[in-house]
């Protein structure tokens, strides 16, 4: 499936397990391939279990270490707006799953802010902050936001992707980061990227396991509205990938799938 320049593809493998497996291979290859490209790469990480799996199994990977890792530069699509460390964090958790084993360029890590981090208890202080951080690193006359080359995302139940939430204030939102208060799955408060900034990533792929995960999927490909189904409004500019196992592709036509 295309659109224009930007190609869409949906692969499905057989199981959870699998699908973290080969996502993890996929993305080691996509970075080495920017990095040969571009001389770096970059990457913007979500949260959720399927992304700690992928997370993992890099870690595990044989091939991870073709990656310069400290030429890749990392950012977050969104956050929970909890103190530095909290285990709830998606920070904390690519921290453990994979970040604290690699040799990354600490500055290079572009966490989002936290709660008892310089902005304190103020979430729309700390999309600012984050948005004028995206500003710096955007190269000159590139516009506000850096290059990503592969932006990955989860589907939440209800179709939502990083913590733009079906039918919130974030959904209509177009400034690059903004904060999200009265989140309908816990905790209530974050900071998020927005769709627009989601959708100026060159790749962005998102991952999805589980039967839970189906309904959302199914309409979101189907042309459900991007308000009332965020996932469905998501593409990157050169390829949108969508990599599901079986359960969460269960209410895919097989015309929609394509081979690994």
Do not use: C
């Not at 593809?9 to 699998?18: I, N, P, R, T």
């Not at 572009?110 to 190269?139: C, F, K, N, T, V």
């Not at 919130?168 to 904060?179: D, G, L």
């Not at 900071?191 to 792929?205: G, K, S, Y």
């Amino acid at each position: 499936m295309s659109g224009g320049d930007s190609e869409t593809s949906v692969v499905v493998h057989a199981d959870a397990a699998v699908l973290a497996e080969a996502v993890a291979a996929r993305l080691v290859v996509r970075l080495v391939d920017a990095q040969a490209e571009r001389g770096r790469a970059s990457l913007v990480l979500t949260g959720g279990s399927i992304a700690n799996a992928v997370y993992a199994a890099v870690r595990t990977s044989t091939a991870r270490d073709a990656v310069d890792w400290g030429r890749v530069d990392l950012w977050w699509g969104d956050e929970r707006f909890l103190p530095a460390g909290h285990d709830d964090r998606n920070e904390t958790q690519a921290r453990h799953a994979l970040l604290d084993s690699l040799p990354l360029d600490p500055a290079r890590v572009y966490a989002m802010p936290a709660s008892d981090g310089p902005d304190g208890g103020d979430p729309e202080a700390g999309a600012a902050r984050y948005a004028q951080a995206l500003a710096e690193a955007a190269r000159p006359g590139s516009g506000r936001l850096p290059h990503f080359d592969v932006l990955l995302l989860g589907i939440g139940e209800d179709g939502h992707v990083a913590s733009v939430f079906p039918e919130h204030p974030a959904a209509y939102e177009t400034r690059p980061v903004t904060a999200v208060r009265g989140s309908p799955k816990p905790p209530p408060v974050r900071v998020t990227l927005t769709i627009p900034t989601i959708n100026t990533a060159e790749e962005v792929w998102l991952i999805a396991a589980g039967t839970g995960k189906a309904e959302a999927v199914g309409l979101a490909l189907r042309g459900a509205g991007p308000v009332q189904v965020p996932a469905a409004g998501v593409a990157g500019v050169l390829r949108t990938r969508w990599l599901l196992d079986r359960a969460a592709a269960a209410q895919l036509a097989p015309r929609m799938r394509t081979l690994p």
